[in-house]
Nanobody, 124 residues
Framework: QVRLVESGGGLVQAGGSLTLSCVVSGRTFSTYAMGWFRQAPGKEREFVSAITRSGDSTTYADSVKGRFTISRDNAKGTVYLRMNSLKSEDTAVYYC?????????????????WGQGTQVTVSS
């Protein structure tokens, strides 16, 4: 059984920083490409960032490019999302997801496992 648990969400002022973590258990972590998605109330889930299972390549949505950084530690079975220069538009529930593939995807339908989500609220 594969389980994903996000943490690190909270309330932060605009311009501030926050780091999200996602711990994956149940399988060898390096088996999966990983992605981060977010969903605001009344909005569709949207792609944020993704990383290959080896961590040698990353992808970012245009809205977060230059501000967010995705990384992974395969020894710890954890993927991270470092968020800098946060804006009110970044307010959403953030989800990590795992895909049984060498390469990640920007499409949420391509992911096999999901975490429960962690709330990020940016105030100004």
């Amino acid at each position: 059984q594969v389980r994903l648990v996000e943490s690190g969400g909270g309330l932060v002022q605009a311009g501030g920083s926050l780091t999200l973590s996602c711990v994956v258990s149940g399988r060898t972590f390096s088996t999966y490409a990983m992605g981060w998605f977010r969903q605001a109330p009344g909005k569709e889930r949207e792609f944020v960032s993704a990383i290959t299972r080896s961590g040698d390549s990353t992808t970012y949505a245009d809205s977060v490019k230059g501000r967010f950084t995705i990384s992974r530690d395969n020894a710890k079975g954890t993927v991270y999302l470092r968020m800098n220069s946060l804006k009110s538009e970044d307010t959403a529930v953030y989800y990590c997801a795992a895909r049984v593939n060498y390469y990640p995807s920007t499409n949420s339908n391509d992911y096999n496992y999901w975490g429960q989500g962690t709330q990020v609220t940016v105030s100004s």
